[in-house]
């Protein structure tokens, strides 16, 4: 191989390093949904499961939105409420008319956390305002067991909590 191809190659191997490096850093922003039109579309897609951060204090929620067999326009939301990202939920209320509201078999009140944090999210998504201190996250998939991650930080890294101790 002569001096002008070895360089060549470098270069192009070099290009492509920095490629992938331009997507592993994007990587993490999509999974977090940043516009608003992208957050509602997400929530209201008919069977999303996200979680809500403030960046202030830490505190997050995960939900699951889904829509309701018979109609359009009518969502059952769950808030996790134990250690099992996939069957551990507990009916809060619907979201209707871009509108979360609390019905009689809801599981929790207008003072629980998780159902502020909705009822924040959603008037604010809605009035096409995503508030600054409001992260939204969707679930993202652990790479090494395909088990649905939930927690932000292992969203961002793809691999879960046990996963990573491994
Ligand atoms: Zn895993």
Redesign the pocket.
């Known amino acids: 191989m002569n001096t002008m191809m070895q360089s060549e190659t470098k270069n192009a191997v070099s290009a492509m390093l920095d490629a992938t490096l331009d997507e592993m850093e994007q990587l993490p922003q999509r999974r977090q949904l940043k516009s608003t039109a992208d957050a509602l579309a997400f929530i209201l897609a008919g069977k999303a499961i996200f979680t809500l951060k403030s960046k202030a204090t830490g505190t997050r929620y995960t939900y699951r939105v889904s829509r309701a067999k018979d109609k359009q326009d009518l969502f059952f939301v769950s808030v996790l409420s134990g250690p099992d990202n996939t069957s551990d939920y507990n009916y809060i209320g619907v979201i209707s008319n871009r509108v979360f509201r609390l019905t009689q078999k809801s599981s929790m009140n207008r003072t629980s956390k998780p159902i502020i944090a909705i009822d924040f999210a959603v008037r604010h998504l809605a009035a096409g305002n995503l508030p600054e201190q409001l992260e939204i996250w969707h679930e993202g998939r652990?790479g090494?067991?395909g088990?649905k991650l939930t927690v932000p930080e292992s969203i961002e890294r793809g691999?879960?909590p046990?996963?990573a101790s491994k």
């Open positions: 652990c090494l067991c088990r691999i879960g046990e996963c």
